[in-house]
């Protein structure tokens, strides 16, 4: 009995481990302009985008490199296929109204839509911006 036990233990503890192993990928962007992420303005510049998960759980993380800021966005869906931002084209695209952009999805080339992200109401003067990412090479 105490071997069934200790071999159940030591099956959870490595399938929790498993699950908790975090992945992550790094896409390089030029934005060149200003827009919003989670809350928070970000000015133009060299952007790092760094998309992790662990779990069933995804994280995008936006960094200007020019200015050091960074912000953490949760996505408000993911896509249920499995996807991989290697070896396919990825955008970042922005609902941009009056001027005023927000991030709001993170999709692949052919239009499948990855990380959808919380905006506020688009209207008939909303309009589309995307900004190609590129594989960061130093990984």
């Not at 809350?39 to 510049?45: L, Q, R, V």
Request: proline share 3%.
């Amino acid at each position: 009995m105490k071997l069934n036990t200790l071999t159940l233990t030591f099956a959870a503890v490595a399938m929790m481990t498993a699950a908790g192993t975090a992945s992550a990928q790094n896409l390089k962007a030029e934005i060149p302009f200003s827009f919003r992420a989670a809350g928070t303005n970000m000015h133009p510049g060299a952007y790092s985008v760094k998309l992790s998960s662990a779990g069933s759980g995804h994280i995008v993380q936006i960094v200007n490199e020019d200015e050091g800021r960074s912000v953490l966005t949760l996505p408000q869906s993911v896509s249920a296929s499995a996807w991989s931002a290697k070896g396919s084209a990825v955008v970042l695209r922005f609902a941009c109204t009056n001027g005023n952009c927000e991030l709001s999805s993170l999709r692949n080339d052919d239009g499948a839509v990855y990380y959808s992200f919380a905006t506020s109401n688009k209207g008939p003067e909303t309009r589309i911006a995307t900004v190609v990412l590129r594989h960061d090479r130093s990984e």
